[in-house]
């Protein structure tokens, strides 16, 4: 009988808690994967994962828990806690070395998702249109984000960011998209989510060509960026230093 594995979520903002039940294995680990991933493209305060009813089959599974952990870590930089585990899935879980960044916590998960341990980062949200408009309103965004966060030296820079991220969503994945700009410490993550599944790729154009250089521009102007892919799209971030406050 094939394994069976739920991940129902529960709430998405601030914090994301994902109810997760079943067996995990090698066949539903991918599943545990895609949903995960999602919960963290919504970028919420933390990602809580309510293990009570989970039951681990085959600790060879864990590796691809692992990985989307430490993916996490990079983007959207949020930690991932994990409640209600009983002794054996801890014992499973403190062995695997790509879980090491999960907390595990005692307490039932809305509680934990109510805890304020400290302050959110600021953030900015914002869905648009596919359309050459949403390029003007992102930039607006930015500009006044960074002035009220005290970062105008980096104005220009992320605002550019910004816009060649969602002109990327207007000229290609032609769908709505999810913005978000995120102070985190002295670096700005700048993140748009669309509903296309392609993957975006640098691409390296000639002196003659006419397109191609959006990527390449984020990656020349930021400290890094990647794409985080979800069941139904997937979202392409960067991050560039922000300096201290002016």
């Known amino acids: 009988m094939p394994s069976q594995l739920v991940c129902r979520p529960e709430q998405d903002l601030p914090a994301a808690v994902l109810a997760i039940s079943g067996?995990?294995?090698?066949?539903?680990?991918?599943?545990?994967?895609?949903?995960?991933?999602?919960?963290?493209?919504?970028?919420?305060?933390?990602?809580?994962?309510?293990?009570?009813?989970?039951?681990?089959?085959?600790?060879?599974?864990?590796?691809a828990l692992g990985e989307v952990v430490c993916r996490a870590e990079e983007f959207p930089a949020v930690p991932?806690?994990?409640?209600?585990?009983?002794?054996?899935?801890?014992?499973?879980?403190?062995?695997?070395?790509?879980?090491?960044?999960?907390?595990?916590?005692?307490?039932?998960?809305?509680?934990?998702?109510?805890?304020?341990?400290?302050?959110?980062?600021?953030?900015?949200?914002?869905?648009?249109?596919?359309?050459?408009?949403a390029c003007r309103q992102v930039r607006h965004l930015v500009t006044q984000a960074c002035a009220g966060w005290q970062r105008s030296d980096v104005t220009a820079t992320a605002a550019l960011v910004a816009t060649e991220l969602v002109a990327n969503v207007v000229r290609h994945a032609r769908t709505s998209m999810d913005f978000t700009l995120r102070l985190r410490g002295h670096r700005l993550i700048v993140a748009v989510r669309d509903r296309d599944r392609r993957m975006p790729r640098a691409l390296d154009p000639g002196l003659t060509d006419v397109g191609g250089?959006?990527?390449?521009?984020?990656?020349?102007?930021?400290?890094?960026?990647?794409?985080?892919?979800?069941?139904?799209?997937?979202?392409?971030?960067?991050?560039?230093?922000a300096g201290a406050a002016a």
Request: include cysteine.
């Open 23 to 63: 067996t995990l294995d090698r066949i539903t680990g991918d599943a545990l994967g895609a949903a995960i991933r999602r919960s963290l493209s919504v970028q919420p305060s933390r990602v809580i994962l309510d293990v009570t009813r989970l039951r681990i089959g085959d600790p060879l599974a864990l590796p």
């Open 80 to 133: 991932i806690v994990v409640c209600g585990a009983d002794p054996a899935t801890r014992a499973a879980l403190a062995a695997e070395p790509g879980c090491a960044a999960l907390e595990l916590a005692d307490g039932p998960p809305r509680s934990l998702a109510g805890a304020r341990a400290e302050p959110d980062p600021p953030a900015v949200r914002a869905r648009l249109r596919p359309v050459p408009e």
């Open 213 to 241: 250089r959006g990527l390449c521009l984020i990656r020349d102007l930021t400290e890094t960026w990647g794409v985080l892919p979800v069941s139904d799209g997937k979202v392409v971030w960067s991050r560039l230093s």
